[in-house]
Every structure is written in structure tokens, then in C-alpha cells.
């Protein structure tokens, strides 16, 4: 067990000047659902924590007006079960709600969603070392290391924005969803504020994966924010995974339709479960523009979503998974109502 300093602000400001009081080292924590069991493991190593959840007002959730708001503390289960959300945004409240178990949902935030690290096995179960007394290399965990998924046990491995450092699956769900909506972050900071789009907070591995974030250390979101578009009631969040409940996706896919008739005016497709960070499907949007949404062009979509995908040894089925999850989650949402 290590040691740990902890402070408990009631204000964002007061948060912020903790850090810089704390120094190096420090962490914010809210549901704690995954900073603690990372801690567990001996992963993380924070010499001091800032505990945020006594924050006022952190947890408002704002539907009215041209945005939907969710602050940062706001837990996931009252935001997958915010009426305006489930009726307006199907995509917003599946991605959580099909995300860890109802207890987890209850205890996580919206926030502390957005910065879980990967379920990867050689991240998770290298550091205490295995009962075989191995520990495994990883460059995320321990930089220049190696990394033991490539070449290793590799079916849950990303096959879109690895590099020869890293293949590590970007987690949540959340932010598939967010990212699909053009949804951005309010920041604050020693340095302000700022605001900064979902997809921007997430870094490519390349030669260092240890680096996830675009964040400043000190920095904390404060709300995320989605811009309301009259694509959010045709939306769905259609997520695979080993079994149906309380499991990491295997292949996601968050999509939004702005139809005319069964005529794609415009689509919004993001991927999850195959790609080191959230990922936006761009060329399969462009082949939905104008088309009519039907089991073939919804397939082409598929396809176009995983240009550029490189399978490892063992994880080649999750191509052809996401392909279909794409193409499904497109046909789910084509039949959802506007009215
Ligand atoms: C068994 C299990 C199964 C799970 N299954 C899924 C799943 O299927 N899908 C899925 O998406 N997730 C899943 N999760 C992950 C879960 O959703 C996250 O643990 C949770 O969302 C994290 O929220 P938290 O508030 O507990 O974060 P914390 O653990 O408190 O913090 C997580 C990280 O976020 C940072 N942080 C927290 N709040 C802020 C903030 N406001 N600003 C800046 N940084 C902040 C912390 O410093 C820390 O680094 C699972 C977790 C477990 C334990």
C-alpha cells in the first residue's frame, strides 16, 4: 500500500489551486470507479489526490436552449436515464447505459468517463508482475518497455490508429458517442478556461502511448457539452461485446441520421472497440451522403468505415465485426421516429 495526500474542495477554482498546491503528482478523483482500482494494481501511483465530488453544482444536467449540458460529476445512470436524453438522443443515454454494471453507473461520472485507460491485458496484468512472477512488458505503462500485444494475445487489440508501440483499445463508450455529435469539453485550468472538442482530447499512440490526453495535468472539465442536432432521434449505439451485460465493446458503432424520407441528407458514424482512440468514420459518412439507407448502402458504409484497418494475429474478426455493427447500428436508427 503507498501513502497518499487527499483534499476535498467545494469549488472548481478551489480544485484547481489544490493541484498547484499538491505539485507533481497530483490527481483528480470522482467516482473513482477506475483511478482506485488502478491504484490497486499499482498502476497509478498519485502522491496526492483531489477529490472533486464535493463540488456544487458539478452534477447539473441542462436540456434546454441549443445544448444539452451535462456536468462533470453528473453520474452516468442519471444521465442514461434523463428523459429529454433517452426520447431526443437514444445514442447519448445506450452509450451509458450499456457501459460497466448499474452500481458502476451509479457511482462513475460523465467526467471521469471520458479519462479510463484501456482495458488492455499486458496494461492491466503487468505490473504486479503474474502469478508466474512475469511481468510483461508495455510501453503505456512503463514507456520504451515493449510492447507484449503485438505479436502476444491480441484478439481485443485495436485494428484502427495502432503503431509499432502500441495496439491499446480506447475503452468507453461514452465518448464513441459524444464524439459522433460533435460534443465538446469546458476546461478549467491555472491558465482559464477553454473549451475543446471530444475528439481532440484523445491522443494517437505512436512512440508514446504513454501519453493518452490532450489535457493539462491540472486542467479539469467541468461539462460537456453536445450541441443539439435534429439527427439526435434517429441516433443508436449498438455495441458487441463477449456477453451481452457488463463487458468492454469487442466493436462498437455510434450513428446519428438527418433523413429526408429514407434519404441520407447527413450521417454521423464513430467507432469504438477497435481503435486506440475514439473514432470518427468520415469516409463512411461521406458514402452515406445522399444515398437512400437501405441493407446495401448501410453495408458500403460498413465497409468504408474500417478503411485502413490492420488486423494483428488473433483479432482480424473484429474488421468484419465492425463492418456489421456499423451497418446495423445504421438500419437501428433509420427506424427510429422524429415525431
Ligand atoms: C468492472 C468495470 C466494467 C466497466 N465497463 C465499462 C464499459 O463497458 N464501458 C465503459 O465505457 N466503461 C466501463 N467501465 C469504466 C467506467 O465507466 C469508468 O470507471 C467510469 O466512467 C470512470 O468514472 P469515475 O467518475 O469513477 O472516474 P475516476 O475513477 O474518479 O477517474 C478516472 C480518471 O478521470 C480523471 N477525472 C475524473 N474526473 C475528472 C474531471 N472532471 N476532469 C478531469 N479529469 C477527471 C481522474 O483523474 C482519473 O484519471 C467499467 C469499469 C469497471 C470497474
Known amino acids: 500500500m503507498r501513502s497518499f495526500g487527499y483534499t476535498r474542495p467545494d469549488s472548481a477554482q478551489a480544485a484547481v489551486a489544490a493541484f498547484a498546491a499538491a505539485g507533481e503528482g497530483a490527481r483528480y478523483i470522482a467516482g473513482g470507479t477506475t483511478l482506485y482500482d488502478l491504484m490497486k494494481l499499482d498502476i497509478e501511483r498519485p502522491a496526492h489526490l483531489i477529490d472533486v465530488t464535493a463540488i456544487r453544482g458539478l452534477d447539473a ?5 441549443d445544448r444539452l449540458r451535462f456536468g462533470a460529476l453528473a453520474p452516468m445512470s442519471e444521465v442514461a436515464t434523463n428523459r ?15 457501459a460497466a454494471s448499474q452500481q458502476l453507473r451509479n457511482m462513475a461520472t460523465v467526467g471521469g468517463n471520458l479519462f479510463q485507460r484501456t482495458r488492455c491485458l499486458y496494461f492491466r496484468n503487468g505490473a504486479g508482475g503474474t502469478s508466474a512472477g512475469t511481468t510483461y512488458p508495455c510501453n503505456k505503462r512503463e514507456p520504451g518497455s515493449g510492447c507484449a500485444a503485438i505479436g502476444g494475445l ?18 468507453g463508450d461514452w465518448p464513441i458517442a459524444l464524439v459522433a455529435l460533435d460534443a465538446y469539453v469546458e476546461i478549467l485550468g491555472a491558465a482559464g478556461t477553454r473549451s475543446l472538442p471530444v475528439a481532440e482530447l484523445y491522443r494517437l499512440p505512436g512512440n508514446t502511448p504513454h501519453l493518452e490526453f490532450t489535457l493539462a495535468p491540472d486542467e479539469i472539465v467541468t461539462a460537456i457539452v453536445v450541441p443539439k442536432t435534429r439527427a439526435g432521434r434517429r441516433s443508436a449505439y449498438h455495441k458487441i461485446r463477449d456477453r451481452e451485460s457488463y463487458a468492454f465493446a469487442l466493436a462498437s458503432a455510434a450513428v446519428a441520421l438527418d433523413m429526408d424520407n429514407d434519404t441520407v441528407r447527413q450521417a454521423r458514424i464513430a467507432l469504438g472497440g477497435v481503435a486506440t482512440r475514439p473514432w470518427r468514420a468520415t469516409a463512411a459518412e461521406a458514402a452515406l451522403a445522399g444515398q437512400r ?5 448501410a453495408a458500403a458504409a460498413g465497409r468504408a468505415a474500417l478503411t485502413g ?16 455493427t456499423v451497418a446495423d447500428a445504421l438500419l437501428i436508427a433509420a427506424k427510429r421516429t422524429t415525431a
Open 61 to 65: 444536467i441542462e436540456t434546454g436552449g
Open 84 to 98: 429529454t436524453v433517452l426520447r431526443d438522443y437514444p445514442v447519448l443515454a445506450e452509450s451509458l447505459a450499456k
Open 154 to 171: 491480441d484478439r481485443g487489440q485495436a485494428v484502427l490508429g495502432q503503431s509499432a508501440s502500441c495496439t491499446a483499445v480506447s475503452p
Open 293 to 297: 439507407l437501405t441493407p446495401d448502402t
Open 309 to 324: 484497418a490492420v488486423p494483428g494475429r488473433h483479432n482480424g474478426f473484429k474488421i468484419d465485426l465492425a463492418q456489421r
